[in-house]
Protein backbone atom coordinates (compact mmCIF):
# COMPACT_ATOMS: atom_id res chain seq x y z
CA UNK A 1 0.00 0.00 0.00
CA UNK A 2 1.36 3.45 -1.33
CA UNK A 3 2.19 6.46 1.68
CA UNK A 4 -1.50 8.11 0.30
CA UNK A 5 -3.30 5.17 1.16
CA UNK A 6 -1.68 4.46 4.46
CA UNK A 7 -2.83 8.23 5.23
CA UNK A 8 -6.64 7.48 3.80
CA UNK A 9 -7.22 4.56 6.33
CA UNK A 10 -5.51 6.66 8.60
CA UNK A 11 -7.91 9.74 8.04
CA UNK A 12 -11.41 7.88 7.23
CA UNK A 13 -13.91 7.04 10.20
CA UNK A 14 -16.56 4.23 8.19
CA UNK A 15 -20.57 4.93 9.66
CA UNK A 16 -22.61 1.81 8.48
CA UNK A 17 -26.40 2.46 8.69
CA UNK A 18 -27.58 -1.16 10.38
CA UNK A 19 -30.98 0.63 11.51
CA UNK A 20 -33.18 -1.17 8.57
CA UNK A 21 -36.66 -2.81 9.72
CA UNK A 22 -36.62 -4.59 6.57
CA UNK A 23 -40.36 -5.31 6.11
CA UNK A 24 -40.14 -6.93 2.66
CA UNK A 25 -38.20 -9.49 4.24
CA UNK A 26 -40.99 -10.13 6.98
CA UNK A 27 -40.90 -13.09 8.28
CA UNK A 28 -37.03 -13.34 8.15
CA UNK A 29 -37.16 -9.90 10.10
CA UNK A 30 -39.95 -10.77 12.69
CA UNK A 31 -37.19 -10.47 15.53
CA UNK A 32 -34.08 -8.94 13.41
CA UNK A 33 -32.91 -5.90 11.65
CA UNK A 34 -32.19 -6.40 7.82
CA UNK A 35 -28.52 -6.34 8.40
CA UNK A 36 -28.55 -9.37 10.43
CA UNK A 37 -30.93 -11.54 8.46
CA UNK A 38 -28.69 -14.98 8.01
CA UNK A 39 -27.03 -15.13 4.83
CA UNK A 40 -25.23 -18.47 4.23
CA UNK A 41 -25.13 -20.24 7.08
CA UNK A 42 -23.98 -18.81 9.73
CA UNK A 43 -23.23 -15.14 7.78
CA UNK A 44 -24.78 -12.33 7.82
CA UNK A 45 -26.34 -9.62 5.61
CA UNK A 46 -23.61 -6.91 6.77
CA UNK A 47 -20.72 -9.23 6.59
CA UNK A 48 -20.37 -8.04 3.03
CA UNK A 49 -19.85 -4.66 3.76
CA UNK A 50 -17.85 -5.54 6.96
CA UNK A 51 -15.64 -7.84 4.79
CA UNK A 52 -15.06 -4.63 2.33
CA UNK A 53 -14.23 -2.49 5.22
CA UNK A 54 -11.49 -5.38 6.59
CA UNK A 55 -10.51 -6.12 2.64
CA UNK A 56 -9.90 -2.83 2.37
CA UNK A 57 -7.97 -2.18 5.54
CA UNK A 58 -10.60 0.36 7.07
CA UNK A 59 -10.68 -0.70 10.71
CA UNK A 60 -12.56 2.50 12.25
CA UNK A 61 -16.47 1.48 11.94
CA UNK A 62 -18.71 2.85 13.76
CA UNK A 63 -22.37 0.53 12.95
CA UNK A 64 -25.37 3.33 13.87
CA UNK A 65 -28.42 0.57 15.04
CA UNK A 66 -32.30 0.77 15.81
CA UNK A 67 -34.70 -1.74 15.09
CA UNK A 68 -34.40 -4.95 17.15
CA UNK A 69 -30.73 -5.24 17.26
CA UNK A 70 -29.69 -7.57 19.65
CA UNK A 71 -28.98 -10.16 17.09
CA UNK A 72 -27.19 -7.63 15.12
CA UNK A 73 -24.93 -5.96 18.40
CA UNK A 74 -24.52 -10.08 19.23
CA UNK A 75 -23.19 -11.33 16.15
CA UNK A 76 -20.38 -7.96 16.14
CA UNK A 77 -19.11 -9.08 19.48
CA UNK A 78 -18.71 -12.48 18.39
CA UNK A 79 -17.64 -12.16 14.93
CA UNK A 80 -16.13 -9.07 14.48
CA UNK A 81 -14.27 -8.75 17.89
CA UNK A 82 -10.50 -8.96 15.71
CA UNK A 83 -9.62 -5.24 15.95
CA UNK A 84 -7.40 -4.00 17.91
CA UNK A 85 -7.97 -0.71 19.91
CA UNK A 86 -4.34 -0.20 20.68
CA UNK A 87 -3.44 0.26 17.58
CA UNK A 88 -6.51 2.62 16.64
CA UNK A 89 -8.68 0.12 15.46
CA UNK A 90 -12.17 -0.42 16.53
CA UNK A 91 -16.19 -1.48 15.62
CA UNK A 92 -18.60 0.04 18.11
CA UNK A 93 -22.26 -0.35 17.93
CA UNK A 94 -24.13 3.01 18.11
CA UNK A 95 -27.96 2.97 19.20
CA UNK A 96 -29.61 6.30 18.86
CA UNK A 97 -29.08 8.08 21.91
CA UNK A 98 -31.62 11.18 21.00
CA UNK A 99 -28.20 13.26 20.90
CA UNK A 100 -29.40 16.64 19.54
CA UNK A 101 -33.41 16.39 20.02
CA UNK A 102 -35.76 13.86 21.04
CA UNK A 103 -36.17 12.15 17.24
CA UNK A 104 -34.95 8.59 16.81
CA UNK A 105 -33.13 8.68 13.45
CA UNK A 106 -35.44 9.85 11.20
CA UNK A 107 -33.64 8.91 8.14
CA UNK A 108 -30.14 8.24 6.50
CA UNK A 109 -28.67 11.27 6.95
CA UNK A 110 -30.25 12.25 10.38
CA UNK A 111 -28.65 9.25 11.42
CA UNK A 112 -25.11 10.44 10.41
CA UNK A 113 -26.38 14.25 11.68
CA UNK A 114 -27.07 12.54 15.14
CA UNK A 115 -23.66 11.12 15.60
CA UNK A 116 -21.84 13.92 14.30
CA UNK A 117 -19.81 14.10 17.53
CA UNK A 118 -18.57 10.91 16.24
CA UNK A 119 -16.57 12.90 13.34
CA UNK A 120 -16.45 16.36 14.69
CA UNK A 121 -12.81 17.21 14.21
CA UNK A 122 -9.96 16.69 11.87
CA UNK A 123 -8.08 14.76 14.07
CA UNK A 124 -10.84 12.31 14.43
CA UNK A 125 -11.40 11.76 10.70
CA UNK A 126 -10.91 13.84 7.43
CA UNK A 127 -13.03 11.57 5.31
CA UNK A 128 -16.36 9.65 6.27
CA UNK A 129 -16.83 6.90 4.49
CA UNK A 130 -20.77 6.39 4.85
CA UNK A 131 -22.42 2.06 3.74
CA UNK A 132 -25.55 0.56 3.79
CA UNK A 133 -25.59 -2.42 6.10
CA UNK A 134 -27.90 -4.42 4.08
CA UNK A 135 -26.70 -4.35 0.60
CA UNK A 136 -24.83 -7.59 -0.95
CA UNK A 137 -21.81 -6.63 -2.92
CA UNK A 138 -18.17 -6.78 -3.25
CA UNK A 139 -16.01 -3.70 -3.73
CA UNK A 140 -12.60 -1.96 -2.39
CA UNK A 141 -13.39 1.08 -0.89
CA UNK A 142 -9.64 2.54 -0.75
CA UNK A 143 -10.15 3.06 -4.42
CA UNK A 144 -13.38 4.96 -3.72
CA UNK A 145 -11.29 7.06 -1.36
CA UNK A 146 -8.42 7.94 -3.41
CA UNK A 147 -10.57 8.69 -5.99
CA UNK A 148 -12.32 11.40 -4.19
CA UNK A 149 -8.71 12.69 -3.25
CA UNK A 150 -7.46 12.90 -6.51
CA UNK A 151 -10.97 15.01 -7.41
CA UNK A 152 -10.73 17.54 -4.22
CA UNK A 153 -14.78 16.24 -3.63
CA UNK A 154 -16.90 17.43 -1.12
CA UNK A 155 -18.56 14.66 -1.95
CA UNK A 156 -17.94 11.27 -4.20
CA UNK A 157 -20.49 8.49 -5.11
CA UNK A 158 -20.28 5.35 -5.97
CA UNK A 159 -22.79 4.50 -8.60
CA UNK A 160 -23.45 1.48 -10.95
CA UNK A 161 -24.03 1.66 -14.80
CA UNK A 162 -27.55 0.49 -15.94
CA UNK A 163 -29.43 0.05 -19.29
CA UNK A 164 -31.32 3.27 -20.21
CA UNK A 165 -34.49 1.27 -20.68
CA UNK A 166 -34.28 -0.15 -16.79
CA UNK A 167 -33.61 3.34 -15.34
CA UNK A 168 -36.53 4.78 -14.30
CA UNK A 169 -36.87 2.56 -11.70
CA UNK A 170 -33.91 4.19 -9.74
CA UNK A 171 -32.59 7.28 -8.46
CA UNK A 172 -30.00 8.51 -11.63
CA UNK A 173 -27.51 10.42 -11.89
CA UNK A 174 -26.47 12.76 -14.26
CA UNK A 175 -22.72 13.56 -15.06
CA UNK A 176 -20.68 15.81 -17.62
CA UNK A 177 -17.72 14.07 -19.22
CA UNK A 178 -15.85 14.41 -16.34
CA UNK A 179 -18.82 12.90 -13.92
CA UNK A 180 -18.86 15.30 -11.81
CA UNK A 181 -22.72 15.42 -10.84
CA UNK A 182 -24.81 18.09 -12.09
CA UNK A 183 -28.46 16.45 -10.74
CA UNK A 184 -30.07 13.23 -9.03
CA UNK A 185 -33.34 12.41 -10.16
CA UNK A 186 -35.27 9.60 -8.78
CA UNK A 187 -36.88 7.61 -10.93
CA UNK A 188 -37.03 9.94 -14.32
CA UNK A 189 -39.36 9.60 -16.94
CA UNK A 190 -35.81 10.29 -19.50
CA UNK A 191 -33.01 9.16 -17.67
CA UNK A 192 -29.59 10.86 -18.07
CA UNK A 193 -27.18 9.17 -20.08
CA UNK A 194 -23.50 8.19 -19.24
CA UNK A 195 -21.67 11.02 -21.56
CA UNK A 196 -19.11 8.13 -22.51
CA UNK A 197 -21.45 5.36 -22.52
CA UNK A 198 -25.01 6.48 -23.73
CA UNK A 199 -27.27 3.26 -23.88
CA UNK A 200 -26.89 3.66 -20.08
CA UNK A 201 -27.42 5.71 -16.74
CA UNK A 202 -26.20 5.82 -13.30
CA UNK A 203 -27.66 4.39 -10.71
CA UNK A 204 -26.65 5.76 -7.16
CA UNK A 205 -25.68 2.80 -4.98
CA UNK A 206 -25.77 4.94 -1.96
CA UNK A 207 -22.22 4.39 -1.28
CA UNK A 208 -20.61 8.33 0.21
CA UNK A 209 -17.53 9.17 0.84
CA UNK A 210 -17.96 12.74 1.98
CA UNK A 211 -15.12 15.66 3.67
CA UNK A 212 -15.51 15.48 7.51
CA UNK A 213 -15.72 19.75 7.40
CA UNK A 214 -17.94 19.81 4.23
CA UNK A 215 -20.29 17.75 5.95
CA UNK A 216 -20.16 19.03 9.11
CA UNK A 217 -20.80 22.48 7.34
CA UNK A 218 -23.45 21.25 5.02
CA UNK A 219 -25.44 20.00 8.11
CA UNK A 220 -24.73 23.11 9.98
CA UNK A 221 -25.83 25.09 6.97
CA UNK A 222 -29.22 23.56 6.81
CA UNK A 223 -30.16 23.30 10.41
CA UNK A 224 -29.88 27.48 10.21
CA UNK A 225 -32.12 27.59 6.91
CA UNK A 226 -34.63 25.19 8.11
CA UNK A 227 -34.32 22.98 5.32
CA UNK A 228 -34.92 18.88 6.13
CA UNK A 229 -32.02 17.05 6.22
CA UNK A 230 -33.52 13.79 7.03
CA UNK A 231 -32.11 12.12 3.89
CA UNK A 232 -29.08 11.79 1.30
CA UNK A 233 -30.53 11.16 -1.69
CA UNK A 234 -33.51 12.98 -1.29
CA UNK A 235 -32.40 16.49 1.13
CA UNK A 236 -28.85 16.56 1.49
CA UNK A 237 -27.37 15.35 -2.11
CA UNK A 238 -30.16 18.16 -3.90
CA UNK A 239 -28.61 20.61 -1.66
CA UNK A 240 -25.12 20.66 -2.18
CA UNK A 241 -25.82 20.16 -5.99
CA UNK A 242 -27.58 23.72 -5.79
CA UNK A 243 -24.89 25.46 -3.61
CA UNK A 244 -22.14 23.96 -6.22
CA UNK A 245 -20.27 21.45 -3.92
CA UNK A 246 -17.77 19.47 -6.22
CA UNK A 247 -19.66 16.03 -6.19
CA UNK A 248 -18.10 13.55 -8.57
CA UNK A 249 -19.77 10.08 -9.73
Not at 73 to 79: C, D, G, I, T, W
Not at 155 to 160: E, F, R, T
Request: aromatic share 12%.
Amino acid sequence: MSLQGSSLLRDTITMLLAGGQGERLHPLTKVRSKPAVSFGGKYRIIDFALSNCLNSELRRIYVLTQYKSDSLNQHLFEAWSIYNPELGEFIYSIPPQRKLNNDWYLGTANAIYQNINLFSTERKAKQVLILSGDHIYKMDYLKLLQYHINNEAHLSMACIEVPREEASRFGIVSVNSEYKVDSFIEKPKDPPRIPDNPDYSFVNMGIYVFDAVALREIFLEMENKHINSNDFGQDVIPYMIMTGRNIYA
